[in-house]
């Protein structure tokens, strides 16, 4: 088991580009789990899938980001127009259920220069 | 502001000894759950403990979970350098929600 897989760890953007995060979850857990995480804004929740469904997507900043799950074994973050502000570690978690706990990647450390 | 928040920024000892963290929320919950995070990594769950207990152990830690008060606690006996790490408690965003709410972490710093 290799856990949860991100790619790429880091990405670097040119303010205005578009970045796209991957995010391979455990297999068999059925929900996946996008956050951001800064120094300032510490954890915080973007959306989430369940069995591939948009679920709640109330943190994504509404403009800019964008997220999929096109098949159970990824899903995508993709921020669109990138600024500055958005640097940060993007991580992904999934977890298998209700009331389990989330397994985490380790995180794309995206910087917007 | 936070649903869960813990009580301290930051906080030292040296190894071998025992520290505590200390965690409030302000929802109620089924369960409450502390993470470790350590330097490049994501965070990794320690203990989830249920609303229904009242403590619950993983070899050198032991969590507490009172619901009357609304907090929680998580102890580190004998304490490792490479118990170095943030240390957050998380709490469902809602009763019945799969979305966890993050505390903005507590970093322990474990010196020789």
């Known amino acids: 088991n290799a856990g949860v897989i991100q790619t790429p760890r880091h990405k670097v953007t040119g303010k205005g580009q578009e970045a796209t995060l991957w995010c391979e979850p455990i297999?068999?857990?059925?929900?996946v789990f996008w956050y951001r995480q800064t120094i300032v804004q510490g954890l915080e929740f973007l959306t989430y899938?369940?069995?591939?469904?948009?679920?709640?997507d109330s943190g994504m900043p509404k403009e800019r980001f964008s997220a999929q799950m096109p098949n159970q074994s990824h899903s995508t973050l993709k921020i669109q127009s990138t600024q500055p502000q958005d640097s940060a570690v993007y991580l992904c978690?999934?977890?298998?259920?209700?009331?389990?706990?989330?397994?985490f990647g380790p995180g794309t450390r995206l910087t917007v220069l | 502001s936070q649903l869960a928040e813990e009580n301290s920024w930051a906080l030292s000892v040296h190894e071998g000894e025992s520290v505590t963290v200390n965690c409030s929320y302000k929802?109620?919950?089924?369960?409450l759950q502390w993470y470790r995070q350590k330097s490049g990594k994501g965070p990794a769950q320690l203990i989830l403990?249920?609303?229904?207990?009242r403590e619950k152990r993983n070899g050198r830690l032991r969590a507490t979970l009172d619901t009357s008060s609304q907090s929680s606690s998580l102890s580190i006996t004998a304490t490792r350098c490479e118990d170095t790490a943030v240390y957050f408690c998380?709490?469902?965003?809602?009763?019945?929600?799969?979305?966890?709410?993050f505390g903005s972490g507590t970093q322990l710093t474990v010196m020789p």
């Open positions: 978690a999934s977890s298998p259920g209700l009331g389990y706990e989330q397994y």
């Open positions: 998380a709490t469902e965003a809602s009763s019945g929600s799969w979305q966890l709410i």
């Open positions: 929802t109620s919950i089924t369960a």
């Open positions: 297999s068999g857990h059925s929900a």
């Open positions: 899938f369940r069995n591939q469904a948009p679920i709640d």
């Open positions: 403990i249920r609303s229904n207990e």
